[in-house]
Each structure stands twice: as C-alpha cells, then as structure tokens.
C-alpha cells in the first residue's frame, strides 16, 4: 500500500556532506497526513537506531551523536523528507533506513475509508571513511 523511494546515499570522507531524501506514495488511493516521517541507521550485528525524524505537527527528534550536524526537514505537498547531514564522522556509517507511519484515504470524497500504515524502506548505504 505504501512506498518508499530514497535516494542519496554513498561514499564521502570524513568532514563531508549527503543529503538523503525519501519520498511516500500510495499503491491506491491517497496520503492525506503522515505522523512520523524519518530515518534510522543500522550496522551489520546492531539494532537499527533514530536518527532523525519528523512528527505529524512539525516536531523533530535527532540521535544525541547527531544533533547539530544533521538537519531533517519535509516538504508536505511531495510527502518527502530530506536529511542533510554535515561533517560527518566515520561512525555515522552505515544503512540508512526512511520509516513513515501515515493515513491513506480511499473510497469516495464524500465518505473516505482513512487506514493508517507504517513501511520501511528498503535502505541506502552512507560510508564514510576516515
């Protein structure tokens, strides 16, 4: 019912820059609101972790590891989030994950079915070398 399409991964010295962007769509019907909106980090034997993320009324929440070098942000008409991520450090290595729980409206306008979903993504690699 949900997809996700990120982009923006890949390899960067130590110092440097990405921005990842993923963007939702329905299979059917419409988005009509999105309540979480964000991205995760894991690495081969660990549990995969917040690294950013918006909520439904605007709020961010970041990594402590993170915070004040990576900035979220979204744009609601593209349903898409973006994370700009500077100066980065060999441990922010690893697969990025975009997570979004959000409300599908389908049926007629007059009397929408509302189903709420959560979906991963498939993941986009970051490597970030000493």
């Known amino acids: 019912q949900v997809q996700l399409a990120e982009s923006g991964g890949g390899v960067v010295q130590a110092g440097g820059s990405l921005r990842l962007a993923c963007t939702a769509s329905a299979a059917s019907g419409t988005i009509s609101s999105i309540n979480e909106m964000g991205w995760h980090r894991q690495v081969p034997g660990k549990q995969r972790d917040l690294v950013a993320t918006?909520?439904?009324?605007?709020?961010?929440r970041y990594a402590d590891s993170v915070r004040g070098r990576f900035t979220i942000s979204r744009d609601n008409a593209k349903n898409t989030v973006y994370l700009q991520m500077n100066d980065l450090k060999p441990e922010d290595t690893g697969r990025y994950y975009c997570?979004?729980?959000?409300?599908?409206?389908?049926?007629?306008?007059?009397?929408?079915?509302?189903?709420?979903?959560?979906?991963w993504g498939q993941g986009t690699q970051v490597t970030v070398s000493p």
């Open positions: 918006v909520l439904g009324g605007g709020g961010t």
């Open positions: 997570y979004t729980d959000l409300n599908i409206n389908r049926g007629p306008y007059y009397r929408p079915i509302t189903d709420r979903f959560d979906h």
